[in-house]
């Protein structure tokens, strides 16, 4: 394999790699902390016997969480949608340490990139009113409206590989959630994992390569 802290735009430039395909959270925007906060509250609130509803939810889209958990409480996930649009709009959007650099790179080099991401588009106006330059810096951005099953079946990415243009294998995806990293390599897909959310060990099982963020590679 090549070292990818040392050669990742050469790569690119080889061919090995012809596009890069990045989850949202975790790898671009620094806010899974934010949304750990937020589901553990709805844990206490609504799922107090299940203190695994905030790991069982992650990387799921807001549709596959209402028909999973809350099929039987409509009144409370009504609830649940308003605290959450709630709490996005006051979330705060910042880069993962060298992410903003890495993707304009990228956007500079014209690779192919999209973000991949199980929000949806309501999530992503608050994304977009905080960091309006990502839809200049990505050649596509698929959210959750777009596939019907979320990670990690590969749907998302082999969806983002055909929007692109770009055989699977031809792809990198980077990834921070074990459902994330898994769906990458359903599809076929190389895949870079960031040591972000999870212990970097266990990124490493899912991962061809793991980074602590982006300022390795830069």
């Not at 992410?99 to 990228?106: D, G, H, I, K």
């Not at 014209?110 to 991401?117: E, F, H, Q, S």
């Not at 692109?164 to 074990?178: A, K, W, Y």
Request: glycine share 4%; with cysteine.
């Amino acid at each position: 394999m090549v070292r990818i802290s040392e050669r990742m735009f050469q790569v690119f430039d080889s061919g090995i790699f012809k596009a890069a395909l990045f989850d949202l959270d975790g790898v671009i925007l620094d806010t899974e902390h934010q949304y750990t906060a937020f589901w553990h509250k709805v844990a206490n609130a609504y799922f107090p016997d299940n203190p695994q509803f905030p790991q069982e939810i992650k990387g799921r889209t807001l549709v596959e969480i209402s028909n999973l958990f809350f099929s039987d409480k409509p009144d409370v996930l009504q609830e649940v949608k308003a605290l959450l649009n709630a709490h996005q709009e006051q979330m705060t959007y910042e880069y993962i340490p060298g992410a903003f650099e890495f993707v304009s790179l990228l956007h500079k080099n014209r690779v192919p990139t999209a973000i991949v991401t199980s929000s949806n588009q309501s999530k992503m106006q608050c994304v977009y009113a905080a960091r309006p330059e990502l839809r200049r810096l990505f050649s596509a951005i698929l959210t959750a409206e777009q596939f019907s099953r979320s990670k990690p079946a590969p749907d998302c990415y082999l969806l983002a590989a055909k929007t692109l243009g770009i055989q699977p294998n031809d792809c990198l995806v980077l990834e921070d959630s074990r459902t994330g990293l898994t769906s990458g390599r359903r599809a076929g897909m190389h895949v870079l994992g960031l040591a972000t959310t999870l212990p970097r060990n266990e990124v490493n099982e899912l991962s061809d390569w793991t980074i602590a963020n982006f300022n390795e590679i830069m």
